[in-house]
């Protein structure tokens, strides 16, 4: 089953958080941003990935057009790991992390979807038995620099039966309003977006200690000294959570071994696809961490995520960022009810998205 093409479809949805948007590579965040790619064989069957789209799809763009998609081409879709294994050995002087990175996810994303296709299966069954067909989703909320306002967004999550909710602030406030506002019995996890060094995270830390959050996520800058993570994991109680900007699997052995995480946060379209993914959760699971995986996407990667979610034997929790737009790139696959969504048993991913929708949202250069 040959590769005869690759197309990449960027995607930019609007979205409502329920405050105006805050900055994000220099401009207001406007848009949901995703790159699609799709791999089509001569055999007819299609697969699709995704590759992470904020405000650097373009540069993906070009290097799947350009770099990525020229090796695929005529390749079998069905053996899924010499593919990979050619697009990493030529190209790996581009970089382990990154662009090039986000690119390989797309196809190793599709091609685990046209495998599914190919055997009638869902990916969830070529992987391993399915443990957990109906997941638990958190409720990621955007950022609002307002405690008043991450109040009251937490709280109307929990009313619309999320049972775990995540900040994306850096004040004492917003959670201690939120806490408040969503009871003791509810999951709160606290995204820090890396702005802190030791001693202000560590500060931080203890002035939020009372109100008991699961994790603070990504609390340093730079983003990388696993040592000072180390450092703050020694001073503090909170458990710590990282993983979406480590770059590759090798990379986030390291971070599990030095780190002191309690939860790996690996990002299937920027560390590698699902076989990342399965790796990191292999190797987290050896060390007893407790694998979160990033998911603030819409389409194949959060579908590709929830398939691996639904495999693992620690109680798995799906992210999806909290906000409404005018569709589902999924569906209604995607979309939580009473805070759960079931992993898909339809035939590979479970992608299978309007053109049109395709066409009303594609995104240009400037989106």
Not at 44 to 70: H, N, Y
Not at 280 to 308: C, E, I, K, N
Request: charged share 20%; net charge negative; proline share 8%.
């Amino acid at each position: 089953m040959k590769i005869v093409s690759i197309d990449t479809l960027p995607i930019a949805l609007p979205y409502d958080s329920g405050a105006a948007p805050l900055p994000l590579g220099g401009k207001p965040r406007t848009n949901m941003e995703s790159l699609l790619v799709k791999v089509t064989t001569d055999s007819g069957l299609v697969g699709w990935g995704d590759a992470f789209g904020v405000r650097v799809w373009p540069i993906t763009r070009l290097m799947i057009d350009r770099l990525v998609a020229p090796l695929c081409i005529g390749e079998n879709a069905l053996r899924r790991d010499e593919v990979m294994d050619k697009l990493n050995r030529t190209l790996y002087h581009f970089g382990r992390a990154g662009v090039l990175q986000y690119a390989l996810s797309a196809i190793d994303i599709a091609l685990w979807d046209i495998a599914g296709k190919a055997a009638n299966l869902p990916v969830h069954a070529l992987i391993g038995p399915l443990r957990t067909p109906d997941l638990p989703v958190y409720a990621s909320l955007l950022p609002y620099r307002d405690p008043a306002l991450a109040a009251r967004f937490a709280a109307r999550a929990v009313d619309q039966g999320y049972r775990y909710v995540k900040l994306h602030e850096r004040d004492v406030a917003s959670v201690r309003e939120s806490r408040a506002a969503i009871g003791a019995d509810v999951g709160l996890m606290v995204d820090l977006n890396c702005p802190f060094d030791v001693p202000a995270a560590e500060q931080f830390a203890a002035d939020v200690a009372a109100y008991d959050p699961m994790w603070l996520e990504e609390p340093l800058f730079p983003v990388d000294d696993f040592d000072a993570m180390a450092e703050l994991a020694r001073r503090i109680d909170i458990p710590l959570a990282m993983g979406e900007n480590v770059g590759n699997p090798m990379e986030f052995r390291r971070v599990l071994d030095t780190a002191g995480i309690s939860f790996a946060q690996p990002s299937v379209v920027k560390t590698g696809g699902i076989t990342a993914l399965l790796e990191v959760a292999r190797d987290a699971a050896q060390r007893q961490v407790r694998l979160m995986p990033h998911s603030a996407y819409f389409g194949p990667g959060l579908l590709a995520t929830m398939h691996v979610l639904g495999t693992i034997r620690t109680a798995p929790i799906l992210e999806r960022f909290y906000c409404e737009m005018p569709v589902e790139l999924a569906g209604d696959a995607t979309l939580p009810r009473n805070g759960m969504v079931q992993v898909p048993q339809t035939p590979g991913l479970g992608f299978d998205p309007d053109p049109d929708v395709l066409r009303r949202y594609a995104a240009t250069a400037q989106a």
